[in-house]
């Protein structure tokens, strides 16, 4: 049996702000096909905005339109298909990289990279090719790296969702299905960030500061944050940043006067071309520098390549925080539960799903770290 939601739908990228006056997304009411043999049919309990979604609306990372945005989010599975392993009434998180599990790479332990995950989350189906949702002039909305979470109800594959305790808040769980996987992977997992080491984090959205909460987590002895928007870099401090400093040009001179001569870990999470070469600066010799942000496709990055050699410098990219979402989600959720990774600071903003464009607005002009679509 269809059920019916409303749902953020994108009808059309590049559109100028301010997109509460453009409209770019507009609320809908869809027809949603049940869960096939391995999927989910979930109540969405909470959504967040993210950079990712603001790329697919401003054109810089090309979907199939129109399109039910949205990939990060927790709820409550309502039915589950054939083999689908989860039960009505269990609370999940929802990742945006639908892992098959048998794929050379998930067989491995490197389930960001899962092939057939990658293919369809770029044909805007689900993880077995199927499209769910239909909108009343006939048309077939895709779906949004598997879980198009701006929405009511939502048709998952059941390889996009953790099990998580039912007690935990959907407003918060959300956060763990992208910027804390995101940003708490890329400090403990691509950077491996150790007891002592000096660490920068360059943006400071949901991600970076997710990723400075696990750098400290992990005993960092310092962690530069730096941003151009005056108030993340003070929250950046009431987080346990040991300084906060302004982006732009005197940032690399800035960053290495406070760690002498280089950070030996340094994260940027802006997906800003020229930042990830600052970034890459800022890293003293034999240090690390993660790059987890999205540029546009395409763009060229310039750096010195004799460095790489001579310096023993380490240049790594972050997908998905190099995460493994079931083991990890319950993870974070277990150091946030701790206190060791208090999540709930990056919580800046809640809205109602027809107040999204402009939420998208509020994230453009760096007015907020995360925030969060609530149902119900």
Known sequence: MSETTRAAVLVESGRPGPYAESAPIEVATLRLDPPGPGELLVRVGAAGLCHSDLSVINGSRPRPLPMALGHEAAGEVVAAGEGAEFRPGDHVVLAFVPACGSCERCVAGRPALCGPGARANGAG???????????????????????SA???????????????????????????????????????????????????????????????????????????????????RELAL????????????????????????????????????????????????????????????????????????????????????????????????????AGSLPVDGLLSHRLALEEINAGFDRLHGGEAVRQVVTFG
């Open 125 to 147: 189906t689900l993880l077995g090719g199927g499209m769910r949702f239909t909108a009343g002039d006939g048309s077939r909305p895709y779906h949004h790296l598997g879980v």
């Open 150 to 232: 701006f929405s009511e109800y939502t048709v998952v594959s059941s390889r996009s969702a953790v099990r998580v305790d039912p007690d935990l808040p959907y407003e918060i769980a959300a956060l763990f299905g992208c910027a804390v996987l995101t940003g708490a992977g890329a400090a403990l997992y691509s950077a491996d960030v150790k007891p002592g080491d000096s660490v920068a984090v360059f943006g400071l959205g949901g991600v970076g500061l997710a990723a400075l909460l696990a750098a400290r987590a992990a005993g960092a002895a310092s962690v530069v944050a730096v941003d151009v928007v005056a108030s993340k």
């Open 238 to 337: 009431r987080l346990g940043a040991t300084h906060a400093v302004a982006g732009g040009g005197e940032a690399v001179a800035e960053v290495k006067d406070l760690t002498g001569g280089g950070a030996e870990k340094v994260i940027d999470t802006t997906g800003v071309v020229a930042v990830l070469e600052q970034a890459y600066a800022a890293t003293r010799p034999g240090g690390t520098t993660v790059t987890v942000g999205l540029p546009a496709p395409g763009l060229p990055v310039t750096l010195p390549a004799l460095s790489l050699v001579a310096e023993e410098r380490t240049l790594r990219g972050s997908y998905l925080g190099s995460s493994v979402p079931r083991r990890d989600v319950p993870r974070f959720i277990g150091m946030y539960r």
